[in-house]
């Protein structure tokens, strides 16, 4: 890809834009950035000498005219702005799209609605100890048109890659991919289901041959795709034995290719725990297995690696009552997902900015299993009319009073679990914050125990 000489735009800054435009700098462009953020922070602060920054409009890139566009994954695809470089014959492509034309690179790329993260960390271990030399970057961490080890050495990629990265992509080709589970989410800036579908499927269009594809069967957004897959298809599943794939029998984890079948080992003594894990575990396994890794060293990373933040994350257990950190279950599929397996009686902490989904398929769970409810956010007032009459259902005034509402209702025995099932950004920065403000309440009970004790 030639960029010296030509005029390129990025738009957003973000986690990705000072990198984008960093890079396209280093190879010959002349780079403006624009942010439509008067006080973009210390995102401004990591711009190269030489890129050019507007802030506060889009006025200067509105007027210029530039050969190509790069979008960071928070802008929506038909803002004015987009709308109007590509009208104006500018190329309009996202930073992963850029990282990929940039440097030829194998990539193991991995989509889906829940367990993108986990699933991509899982398999940066296995390579890892596979002595797979291999870069974790994407929708996880960073952008990967900054992680300069893809442009010196000839590392294979593993990327997390959202619906919004997805948008930007036109070549993006990559050796691996894989789609986790398409459940309902950010419905609010895709509109449908079909367009939300259409773009995670643009992670495989282009694969063929000898490329491979990892799906799950078990989830009926991702597996009806199968039909479409014009590579090697090689899924997993948790309930179906597979002559080709991962898959769990009598509570062993196998992988199975061209006749053999290896034994990864007994899915109870995994770190990570409950069905969704289980699923980003078999994820993982199809993932590394085709990307090269071996076979001993994907069980012995499977075996070792524990749970990420915020990703039902133990927190603590006080006075018998657990309390876990779901804070990145900012969907409905997430939630159910991660309320899948709980014991004893449990207190859902729910609520936040709502992304336009329909709740009905959690609330009718929550009713059926007489899960107790605390809600917080913009969306409480929703979410209290549709549980109408259904009891117990708590409103809460902040985290503080939340978890002490929830370990009210869970008792002795239960849990309480953040699983919001929308964002963050009503009452905090990101999910983090949130799982972050979660386990500071979580441990200001635990202390008011001890002092309890101590009295």
């Given amino acids: 890809m030639e960029l010296r000489g030509k005029k390129a735009l990025v738009v957003g800054l973000g986690r990705t834009g000072a990198p984008s435009a960093n890079r396209l700098a280093s190879l010959g462009a002349s780079v403006l950035v624009t942010d439509n ?4 922070g210390e995102a401004a602060k990591k711009l190269a000498p030489g890129v050019a920054i507007e802030t506060g409009s889009h006025d200067r890139a509105m007027a210029e005219k530039f050969d190509l566009v790069v979008v960071s994954p928070g802008v929506p695809w038909e803002s ?7 009208n104006a014959g500018s190329e309009v492509i996202s930073e992963i799209e850029l990282a990929f034309r940039l440097v030829e690179r194998p990539w193991l790329a991995i989509t889906g609605t829940n367990g993108k993260s986990t699933t991509t960390a899982l398999v940066g271990a296995m390579m890892a100890e596979s002595g797979v030399d291999s870069v974790v970057c994407g929708n ?18 593993v990327a997390e890659i959202s619906s919004f990265q997805l948008e930007g992509v036109t070549t ?15 419905l609010d800036r895709h509109k449908t289901m079909e367009e939300y579908t259409r773009l995670k499927c643009r992670i495989f269009e282009l694969q063929r041959g000898d490329d491979v594809c990892v799906l799950n069967m078990d989830d009926e957004g991702a597996s ?11 899924p997993f599943s948790t309930s179906e034995k597979l002559r080709e794939g991962v898959f769990v029998n009598d509570g062993v984890i196998l992988i ?3 006749s053999e079948i290896w034994k990864m080992g007994e899915a109870k003594d995994m770190r990570l725990k409950g069905r969704a894990n289980l699923e980003n575990a078999l994820a993982a396994c199809a993932i590394a297995f085709s990307g090269g890794a071996d076979t001993g060293a994907i069980s012995r990373a499977l075996f070792k690696f524990e749970a990420l933040e915020h990703r039902v ?9 657990r309390f876990i950190n779901d804070s990145k279950g900012t969907n409905v599929g997430s939630t159910l997902k991660a309320l899948d397996g709980l014991e004893g009686r449990v207190a859902l902490i729910l609520g936040g900015r709502d992304k336009d989904q329909d709740f009905t398929p959690l609330a009718e769970m929550i009713k059926r299993s007489g899960v107790a409810v605390v809600l917080i956010g913009e969306s409480s007032e929703k979410l209290g009319r549709l549980f109408g009459g259904y009891e117990p259902v708590a409103r809460a005034n902040g ?4 978890v002490a509402k929830g370990a009210e209702l869970a008792g002795a025995g239960g849990t309480v679990l953040l699983s919001p099932a929308c964002a963050s950004f009503d009452m905090f920065r990101d999910y983090r914050d949130r799982g972050e403000k979660f386990r500071e309440s979580v441990l200001k009970t635990q202390k008011s125990a001890m002092a309890g004790k101590g009295a």
């Fill in 37 to 40: 953020n008067n006080n973009p």
């Fill in 80 to 86: 004015p702005l987009l709308v109007a470089k590509r």
């Fill in 140 to 157: 996880i961490g960073n952008a990967a048109v900054g992680e300069d080890a893809i442009f010196e050495r000839p590392v294979k990629v």
């Fill in 172 to 186: 993006f080709k990559p050796r691996v991919s894989a789609i986790l589970n398409i459940t309902p989410d950010h």
């Fill in 224 to 234: 009806k795709l199968a039909g479409r897959v014009k590579c090697r298809l090689f």
């Fill in 256 to 258: 199975s290719h061209a």
């Fill in 313 to 321: 994350e133990p927190v603590a257990t006080i006075a018998g009552v």
């Fill in 399 to 402: 985290m503080d009073d939340a």
